[in-house]
């Protein structure tokens, strides 16, 4: 099975399954693993790795809309090299002081391929999940979507000074702090727009319809893009982009709106069933951990 059916299937299986991190007793935990191979791009440095790696981490913890308090990382490689580690751990503790967390340490273990696994906690004591999301209910979106496919195109075209610093993405904890008393439902964009809608629609029975006009775009993006369709695909269903998408009933939306420390976007609005964009089916794909 794919990585999407052996989700579906833990998701039966396990009762804190489902959301972007499992709470218990107040204390959010969640983990990741990134490979070189499908994660981390030629000319990807340790620092950015050790950024983006726990990063993931902590924009589950922002999803849950909790305060996030620490991170472990488990860093394996086929050798150590000692330039390599320190910039990684860099990284790490760089982007948890962004967010106020620490960095707190993890394991080394030698590995075919640069792999690394993290772990992030939080704490709340009123989560925000996936499945809250009513008919009426505004669709948002935190800062601007397409970051991480702009990187790569940067990537690929041999600039990977502009592609490290898109990939240093800012986890949107605070973000997340500021929406929880606002959101009746929240996830983050690393599956992509698009499939994080159906997710959250699947979660809370109900449909969106969204408006791809509103919809906030990287400017990395607008420089990359080859074309309208090429644009939106950049923006709505590569992923790996670590925004908050998230469903706030009508009558709150100008308090989050200046609540949230970072832009937000309305995008469109909660409907009774199925998943559109301008009036038309949106697909359900995005981005898959191994490919598509």
């Given at each position: 099975m794919d990585e999407r059916a052996a989700l579906a299937m833990l998701e039966g299986a396990i009762d804190h399954a489902g959301d972007d991190a499992a709470v218990?007793?107040?204390l959010v935990v969640t983990t990741d693993m990134l490979h070189e191979r499908t994660d981390f791009p030629e000319g990807t440095t340790r620092y950015t790795a050790g950024w983006r790696a726990v990063g993931a981490s902590l924009s589950d913890v922002a999803a849950m809309g909790a305060e996030?308090?620490?991170a472990v990382a488990v860093y394996g490689a086929p050798e150590f090299d000692e330039r390599e580690l320190t910039d990684f751990v860099l990284g790490a503790g760089e982007v948890c002081e962004s967010v106020d967390a620490r960095y707190v340490g993890g394991d080394l273990d030698q590995h075919e391929q640069f792999t690394v696994a993290t772990t992030a906690i939080g704490r709340t004591d009123a989560p925000v999940r996936r499945s809250g999301?009513?008919?009426g209910d505004a669709v948002c979106v935190t800062g601007?979507?397409?970051r991480?496919?702009?990187a790569l195109r940067y990537f690929r075209d041999g600039d990977p000074e502009r592609g490290n610093e898109l990939f240093q993405f800012p986890p949107r904890v605070r973000a997340g702090e500021a929406l929880a008393g606002y959101a009746s439902s929240m996830m983050d964009s690393s599956d992509g727009l698009a499939r994080s809608l159906h997710q959250l629609a699947g979660a809370s029975d109900c449909g969106f319809d969204v408006d791809s006009a509103s919809l906030p775009v990287h400017d990395a993006v607008e420089a990359v893009a080859e074309g309208p369709e090429d644009r939106l695909?950049?923006?709505a269903f590569f992923g790996e982009d670590f925004e908050l998408v998230c469903t706030i009933p009508e009558s709150d939306v100008d308090d989050a709106?200046?609540?949230?420390?970072?832009?937000l976007t309305r995008i469109g609005t909660t409907t009774a069933d199925g998943v559109a964009l301008d009036g038309a089916?949106?697909?359900d794909r995005g981005y898959t951990h191994g490919g598509e």
């Open positions: 218990v007793e107040g996030a308090t620490a999301a009513s008919p601007a979507l397409g991480s496919a702009a695909e950049l923006a709106s200046a609540a949230c420390p970072t832009d089916p949106l697909p």
